[in-house]
């Protein structure tokens, strides 16, 4: 399965960008996607996550409210609608397929990686 990260960019604080991460294959529609981020010089964190059938979603505590995750089974592609930004989200973001069907919050229980999309917001 590969996966393919769109959306990213530079944006001033407060704005908003919507990633957008599509799948190779339609099986993909039967798993968990998530969104992971890297900023520099920090570890990978956990952003959201949405279970196969687009109900079940959970957030990291620091984009609650402002990240929305959702998905288009009939396109094999997942969304990440980033509102109110700030310096603090910059970094690269990654989508990526759970090995299961409900949604997670561990990256351990993610089989495939996108190759990630920069979002820079400018204070």
């Known amino acids: 399965v590969q996966l393919q990260a769109s959306g990213g960019g530079l944006v001033q604080t407060g704005g908003s960008l919507r990633l957008s991460c599509t799948a190779s294959?339609?099986?993909?529609?039967?798993?968990?996607m998530g969104w992971f981020r890297r900023a520099p010089g920090k570890e990978r964190e956990f952003v959201a996550t949405i279970g196969w059938r687009g109900g079940s979603t959970y957030y990291a505590d620091s984009v609650k409210g402002r990240f929305t995750i959702s998905r288009d089974n009939a396109k094999n592609t997942v969304y990440l609608q980033m509102n109110s930004l700030k310096p603090e989200d910059t970094a690269v973001y990654y989508c990526?397929?759970?090995?299961?069907?409900?949604?997670?919050?561990?990256?351990?229980?993610?089989?495939?990686w996108g190759q990630g999309t920069q979002v820079t917001v400018s204070s």
């Open positions: 294959r339609r099986t993909s529609s039967n798993n968990g």
């Open positions: 990526a397929q759970s090995r299961y069907a409900t949604m997670s919050s561990q990256a351990e229980n993610y089989a495939y």
